[in-house]
């Protein structure tokens, strides 16, 4: 059966998840894109503002922490979405074929779940900050704004799991990350699993 062929056939509930799955990466790459923009051009305007005119604009390097808390956290779904996240091998890639998969559903089951719970905590740790009114020292930004990128992050790094999951129990093969399939040239097959894939 040619790809063409699987193609044509896709399931209706794959399709939508992949329409889901373009939204959110498209979501995270333009917060992510717009972070790194606005704080370039932020700094650059500093350093001009220092030569220039012998003053910067304040609040500059604050706004630039901020920008890299809501820039790590959202960037945890990103590389999720991307498999390219840290991962911790060693038993995995021993294995090959149905035992190689049930354990990477069993990993994005574990790692989902540990995903939502952090967006649950850091959910409450956000609502604190609103109902004590904290506020930026030098800029005034109220810091729930800025904390939110929290629970937001570690939801997408869950649902990003999710469906890994979802597109490892419908699709044949191994994927990584919804739109990554397994990739590693190395993949031992059952003859090699027993001298653990070294060589």
């Not at 650059?44 to 706004?63: K, M, Q």
């Not at 035992?99 to 740790?125: C, D, E, H, N, V």
Request: proline share 4%.
């Amino acid at each position: 059966m040619t790809e063409g062929s699987q193609a044509g056939r896709r399931s209706p509930v794959l399709v939508v998840l992949e329409a889901v799955d373009r939204v959110l990466g498209w979501a995270e790459r333009v917060i992510v894109a717009g972070s790194v923009l606005v704080m370039a051009l932020l700094m650059a305007a500093h350093v001009v503002g220092n030569l220039v005119f012998g003053s910067g604009i304040p609040g500059t390097y604050e706004i630039t922490e901020l920008l890299i808390v809501v820039m790590t956290f959202v960037g945890v779904g990103y590389a999720t979405r991307c498999a390219r996240h840290i991962s911790m091998s060693a038993i995995y890639d021993t294995l090959s074929g149905a035992p190689r998969k049930a354990l990477l559903i069993l990993i994005s089951l574990g790692t989902g779940a540990l995903m939502f719970y952090f967006a649950y905590k850091s959910a409450q740790y956000d609502l604190q900050i609103f109902d004590r009114g904290r506020v930026s020292s030098s800029v005034g930004i109220p810091l729930w704004m800025v904390y939110l990128a929290l629970p937001i992050g570690f939801s997408l790094a869950g649902l990003q799991y999710l469906l890994t999951i979802v597109r490892n129990l419908a699709s044949p093969g191994t994927w990584r990350s919804f739109r990554e399939r397994e990739g590693y040239a190395d993949v031992p097959d059952s003859g090699d699993a027993t001298d653990g894939g070294l060589s």
